[in-house]
């Protein structure tokens, strides 16, 4: 890269990028061809597939529905409708098999339009059929309603036959119970009255009752009228005969009652036996009659009310096969009707049992009747139930063969879909990519471009300029440091002749410390004679200080002895207070001749006393003395230790003076060394002086060199720059130059072209900076 | 000589039971006093030579420019307790009389203090302390300045059995 040359480096860069928008621009235009193939086959042939298969499913569910409300409803209107529909599917097939023979890329079209046909076909097969089963069906249902009716109306008639029966034999029944019982009032009433007569005796009163009992006779002919039973006509005949002997009896009782007193006793008591023996026959049938009768009603009754329930019983059967019938229709269930009809074969039972039960013909051949129109009703339902099952299981096949049509449809669209899916979604992956490439491709030139610009300018710029900074670089350099070698030999003469001054100063005030340690020493060894001396002193005060420990000690003993002998005063004194009280005890046995003798041992008595007294106070004052003279002694001991310890620093005192005085004259001794290395020192710093006024020299000279080489690289910048760039490397000659003339600000300025230098190696720009005018320039 | 001396003894001895002179000594700081004609002689202590089988109070024997006395401590013998010996204790040899002689025993006291002469008045009876409590070695009670002295019975201090014991020991 580095060996090339700049145009060579300049037209490789242009070539490759027109290269690179070659390459895009021959992508790009051959997806766009593709993308354009696919949609139009997309347009020709995968739509209008789609399309028609959208149709026919469409016309195909229709024609279901029309079918499937056909079927519910059985109105004709429907089957109209379905039949237009299915011109309709016709019609979207037939478009499809003209799309097939146009079409090139439609491959399982074919197969799926024969599915649809056939289907289709299956379907009109199944349409005539159900339309024939409902006819039918409606021609059953018009035999159920027929002899459902009849059933009823049979049911009906005998409910209401027997309702009429058992009304009139509860009145019949009720009227012969109250003819009986007027009977029974008036035999009753009968009684009385002749009980009465006979009582009061009034026979007139027992012939009246025995016409009373005329109008039983009326009564039991009313009664055996309308008596059908053999039994209850004899009890009737019985009670009528009864009833007429009782009368007789009353009617020839009565003469003879009239008779009073003279009346046949016999005669009268025989009659009276007849009568009451008739009035027992008379009531008792009476009873019996009452008593059958109402027997023969409550079983009447029972009979009646089995037959009602059984009738009503039947009834509702019918009307539970009935009410099953329409719950089916209504339900659209078999299944309902089914059971329906297995509960209505129990109605054969309930006929049976009311026929056991039945005794008029009548009735019998009502009962025969209904059963005859239940049998029809049964076989109608049974015909009806086997049509409907027929036409549901058409209906299926139905949804079967419209299913297929259907699958066939939803085939043919997925794959219309699917194709159309993968149609589009390979024109949109090959747009995304040819766009993805377009935009890579783009990105890529323009880098490319700009770091083929970014090397180019720099391959030719960075050299030149680095050439430039190392030329202007070392002018500054050499600039500078010839003035700042020039400055500091300046400095160096100063600083010798600065040094040589104070090298005189130092070598006078060494003198002047070398007689002052003379004296120092001299004061050291006086200072230690007087030491000496104080030592003597202390060491005599010690001696007297142990004399008078010594005397001291002497005096506590000399107490000590005295205590002594005081004791032994002490002693005496007792022992002669003794000998007194002895010689008072003398005195006293001797009586008055003692008395005298008495008062002398009480006398002796009393010395003694007092030499004891004396003698303990003068103890008391000895202890005294022994104590403080003990506290003396102590303090002594103390003096003593005081002494010594002032002995003791008095010597060290003394060594370190003498210390002093050798160390002062080592001092002296040095300080003489130190001024002879002075005066040697003088000598070379004069000669230092010498030498930094001679670099002085050469080091302005240097400067002026330097100067010439950075006009020479001014020069080489405006070559290289143009005039654009020239104001910066006059500025910099300008700072150049303000350097070499002030080196009191020497060292500032040095750190500041340093800095410059060490920033220049990172960033040359900065020093040469790359600015649009450069570029346009370049 | 000695039998006609004795009324007159006896005169004088009934006299000064109470009226007269009486040697004290203290005991247990306390001030005890002896009828003067009872004591015989006043010694310092001396070495005393113990007997053995001799009751607690009794301290042994010494030996009296020739006799042998008893000596009883009378700290001991009234129960006080016992100290050492020092220069101050003394031995009062008293004349006891016995049923049949008079018996010469030492008694040891912490000190002698004086020969007093005190007034008859000046002495009152023994307090009854009680039935129980033999005082009948109590002669009286002295009021003086220093304050009570108990005037000692010394007969009565040790009794004719104890007397009779010691002598039976000598």
């Known amino acids: ?778 | 000589m000695t039998k006609d001396k004795s009324p007159m003894d006896q005169a004088i001895k009934e006299t000064s039971i109470k009226n007269g002179k009486y040697l004290t000594f203290s005991l247990e700081q306390e001030e005890y006093g002896i009828g003067i004609l009872k004591v015989k002689e006043i010694i310092g202590m001396m070495p005393i030579t113990s007997v053995p089988r001799t009751p607690r109070f009794v301290k042994g024997v010494i030996n009296l420019r020739g006799k042998v006395i008893p000596i009883v401590d009378l700290r001991a013998k009234f129960g006080m307790e016992s100290i050492p010996y020092t220069e101050r204790t003394c031995i009062i040899v008293v004349e006891i009389d016995s049923k049949d002689a008079t018996v010469l025993i030492g008694i040891v006291v912490d000190a002698v203090s004086e020969v007093l002469n005190i007034h008859g008045d000046e002495i009152e009876d023994t307090p009854a302390f009680g039935t129980h409590l033999d005082t009948e070695y109590i002669m009286g009670m002295a009021k003086t300045e220093g304050g009570v002295k108990i005037l000692l019975n010394i007969d009565r201090v040790l009794s004719i059995k104890e007397i009779q014991n010691i002598q039976g020991v000598m």
């Open chain 1, 1 to 778: 890269m580095k060996n090339l040359s700049l145009g060579i480096k300049i037209s490789g860069g242009f070539g490759l990028l027109i290269l690179m928008a070659i390459a895009l621009g021959g992508m790009a235009v051959w997806k766009m061809n593709t993308v354009k193939t696919q949609s139009v086959m997309l347009a020709d042939e995968y739509v209008p597939e789609v399309e028609m298969a959208m149709e026919l499913r469409g016309a195909v569910n229709r024609l279901m529905y029309e079918m499937r409300g056909y079927g519910y409803t059985e109105d004709d209107a429907f089957y109209q409708k379905a039949q237009e529909e299915m011109a309709a599917v016709e019609k979207a097939l037939d478009a499809g098999r003209l799309l097939d023979e146009k079409a090139v890329n439609l491959e399982k079209l074919k197969g799926n339009l024969d599915q649809a046909t056939q289907g289709i076909h299956d379907y009109k097969a199944l349409m005539e059929k159900t339309v024939d089963t409902s006819v039918e069906m409606a021609k059953n249902r018009e035999t159920l309603y027929k002899s459902a009716a009849e059933y009823m109306t049979n049911s009906n008639a005998l409910l209401a036959h027997e309702n009429e029966l058992f009304e009139t034999n509860l009145a019949e029944r009720q009227h012969k119970i109250a003819q009986v019982s007027q009977l029974v009032d008036i035999g009753t009433n009968v009684r009385v009255m002749n009980y009465k007569a006979q009582a009061n005796n009034q026979p007139d009163m027992i012939n009246a009752a025995a016409d009373k009992l005329d109008s039983a006779f009326t009564v039991l002919d009313n009664l055996r009228s309308i008596s059908s039973d053999q039994g209850d006509i004899r009890r009737i005949d019985a009670t009528a005969s009864a009833a007429r002997n009782y009368q007789d009896a009353m009617k020839a009782f009565a003469p003879e009652f009239r008779k009073g007193m003279l009346g046949d006793h016999d005669i009268l008591a025989r009659l009276k036996a007849q009568m009451d023996k008739n009035v027992a026959v008379y009531t008792n049938n009476c009873n019996e009659y009452l008593k059958g009768q109402q027997e023969k009603l409550s079983r009447d009754m029972m009979d009646r009310h089995h037959k009602i329930t059984l009738v009503n019983d039947v009834i509702d059967l019918g009307n539970d096969a009935r009410i099953g019938a329409f719950k089916a229709q209504a339900l659209r269930s078999p299944a309902v009707m089914k059971t329906a009809m297995e509960h209505f074969f129990k109605v054969n039972d309930k006929l049976d049992a009311l026929k056991a039960v039945t005794h008029s013909s009548e009735n019998l051949k009502k009962i025969e009747a209904v059963r005859q129109a239940g049998n029809t009703y049964k076989t109608a339902m049974s015909d009806f139930l086997t049509n409907w099952i027929r036409r549901e299981e058409i209906g299926h096949q139905r949804v079967k063969a419209s299913e297929m049509t259907i699958a066939a449809c939803n085939t043919t669209a997925d794959t219309g879909m699917s194709a159309t899916n993968d149609v589009a979604d390979g024109a949109v992956a090959s747009l995304g990519n040819a766009s993805t490439v377009m935009t890579i491709g783009l990105i890529a030139a323009l880098i490319v471009g700009c770091l083929i610009a970014f090397f180019i300018t720099r391959g030719i710029t960075v050299p030149v300029n680095r050439i430039i900074a190392g030329l202007n670089e070392g002018a500054n350099q050499v600039a500078s440091a010839s003035s700042q070698v020039s400055s500091s030999s300046q400095s160096m003469a100063e600083g010798a002749s600065q040094q040589a001054a104070s090298i005189e100063e130092t070598s006078s005030s060494m003198e002047e410390m070398s007689s002052m340690t003379k004296k120092n020493s001299e004061n050291a060894s006086h200072a230690d004679h007087l030491m000496k001396e104080a030592n003597q002193v202390v060491k005599t005060a010690n001696d007297s200080m142990d004399d008078l420990n010594t005397s001291m000690s002497e005096i506590s003993k000399a107490s000590e002895e005295t205590s002594k002998i005081i004791k032994t005063i002490d002693e005496i004194a007792f022992q002669t207070n003794l000998l007194a009280l002895n010689a008072a005890v003398e005195a006293a046995r001797a009586g008055e001749a003692g008395a005298g003798f008495a008062v002398v041992a009480d006398e002796v008595r009393n010395l003694a006393m007092r030499a004891a007294e004396a003698a303990k106070n003068t103890a008391t004052l000895i202890e005294d003395t022994v104590k403080k003279v003990n506290q003396g002694a102590e303090l002594v001991s103390t003096t003593n230790e005081a002494f010594s310890q002032v002995a003791q620093s008095s010597g060290k005192v003394g060594e370190i003076v003498t210390e002093i005085s050798e160390a002062s004259n080592e001092q002296a001794n040095g300080i003489e060394q130190v001024n002879l290395a002075i005066s040697e020192m003088d000598k070379v710093v004069q000669q230092n002086a010498a030498n930094a006024e001679e670099s002085a020299s050469a080091s302005e000279e240097m400067s002026a060199q330097a100067e010439q080489l950075k006009e020479y690289v001014g020069d080489l910048v405006l070559l290289v720059k143009g005039s654009g760039s020239q104001n910066e490397s006059i500025s910099g000659r300008t700072h150049i130059k303000s350097i070499a003339s002030s080196p009191t600000s020497m060292y500032a300025t040095k750190k500041k072209t340093l800095g410059q230098a060490s920033s220049r190696e990172v960033r040359p720009d900065q020093v040469i900076p790359l600015d649009d005018d450069d570029f346009t320039d370049f």
